[in-house]
């Protein structure tokens, strides 16, 4: 079969706190972007073919990362997928609407005014969404010309701290769509959010580009009180950045990564019933700007920091097309013993250029394929690869 998505447009994965990989080898959920409108697709791996879900002519949506986007597009960020169930769910506009693998649309609930939204995500039942919604405050201003992921030229968090302005966490019946939690959060810019994998009532949040990121980046909701995850010990500052958070396969723990302040990069693991930390330093030259995903097996995968040996360094925000970041690499963990193995898979030589083109590797529901975005051939496509055999970590 062919895992690749490869359309006479730009294609690329859901966000990574989303699985783009429905059960089984039957198929992918991906966007799809033709003359600025993006569309959520499907790829059936048995037959090949591809089929449009969403029915979006109005461009982006501005949101978290969309900075630039307008009032009724389709949220890029928005787009979530329910595995089990096989529907997706996004935002057109301010409409929640949830679509089949037959393109069959219902539109669940309506945003409200006055908000603007990031990355969704769907329980592991199926049964709940969370929206993270904010202030529109946060983000006015931004409107000038440039891609839809232009940045804006302020510190949008200490707007926020400034102004008083709040996040909320926004939870939705699947089914009946009505809102089921309205749970607000002041002074914080929540952008990312994750139903534990076993437990609904959890919801693992970030604050976006916080001020005192070592302490203030990572929460949770256990459903009646909120907690940060990271806290000040054994050399963790509160200067420290941290980053890309999200739960293990089992919900046990928390993975995320990040940079001592001043110091090395590091990627780290966080049990939220015991508090429980462990962060290992990556290589002092490991520096170019990546992501890491989880899979089952407690493998990890990372589209930026490895570098071959004798090559150039290239700055710290892997961000530019003079990023080093160019591999697909899976590493084996040792908490305990604070050390990690490196396997270089395969070249994605993507180019960062923008948000669309960031790789954000993730594993197969079976652990053994990776899958990530590249615009290496001149256009945005999905391109996958086999994780490396077990035995290869022992080598």
Not at 48 to 59: I, P, T, Y
Not at 139 to 167: C, F, M, N, W
Not at 231 to 242: A, E, F, K, L, T
Not at 334 to 348: F, L, M, N, S, Y
Request: contains cysteine; hydrophobic residues 30%.
């Amino acid at each position: 079969m062919d895992y690749d998505v490869k359309e006479p447009y730009d294609c690329q994965l859901l966000y990574f706190t989303s699985s783009s990989c429905l059960q089984g080898e039957k198929g992918i959920v991906f966007i799809g972007e033709e003359n600025g409108n993006p569309n959520v697709y499907y790829k059936n791996f048995p037959t090949g073919s591809v089929a449009r879900l969403s029915d979006n002519q109005e461009g982006v949506l501005k949101s978290y990362v969309y900075f630039n986007g307008n009032e009724n597009g389709l949220g890029k960020a928005s787009v979530c997928l329910d595995q089990s169930k096989e529907k997706v769910y996004y935002l057109q506009g301010r409409l929640l609407c949830c679509a089949d693998l037959n393109g069959n649309i219902r539109v669940l609930n309506e945003i409200p005014q006055g908000q603007v939204t990031a990355f969704m995500h769907v329980s592991h039942d199926g049964s709940r969404l969370c929206v993270p919604t904010t202030d529109a405050r946060a983000l006015e201003d931004v409107h000038k010309p440039g891609p839809a992921t232009l940045r804006p030229d302020y510190d949008i968090d200490a707007r926020i701290q400034q102004e008083g302005l709040s996040s909320w966490l926004r939870v939705y019946n699947t089914e009946s769509g009505e809102q089921v939690l309205c749970q607000q959060v002041p002074k914080a810019w929540i952008t990312h959010v994750q139903f534990h994998p076993q437990n609904r009532e959890w919801i693992l949040y970030n604050h976006e580009w916080p001020s005192f990121c070592g302490i203030r980046r990572m929460w949770l909701w256990d459903g009646k009180c909120h907690r940060a995850l990271r806290s000040i010990d054994q050399g963790r500052g509160i200067h420290d950045w941290v980053c890309h958070e999200m739960w293990s396969e089992e919900g046990r723990s928390v993975i995320y990564h990040g940079q001592y302040a001043g110091g090395r990069y590091f990627v780290g693991r966080i049990i939220p019933e015991t508090g429980e930390t462990a962060e290992i330093a990556l290589p002092e030259n490991y520096i170019s700007y990546g992501h890491f995903t989880v899979s089952k097996d407690g493998l990890l995968v990372s589209d930026g920091y490895f570098r071959e040996e004798n090559s150039i360094a290239a700055d710290s925000e892997g961000a530019s097309g003079d990023s080093e970041a160019r591999w697909i690499s899976v590493q084996k963990p040792d908490w305990e013993k604070g050390t990690i193995r490196w396997i270089p898979v395969e070249k994605h030589n993507s180019s960062w250029k923008t948000q669309d083109e960031h790789p954000h590797p993730i594993f197969s529901p079976d652990g053994r394929r990776v899958y990530y975005t590249t615009d290496a051939a001149g256009r945005r496509e999905v391109r996958s690869c086999r994780v490396p055999d077990s035995d290869c970590f022992d080598n």
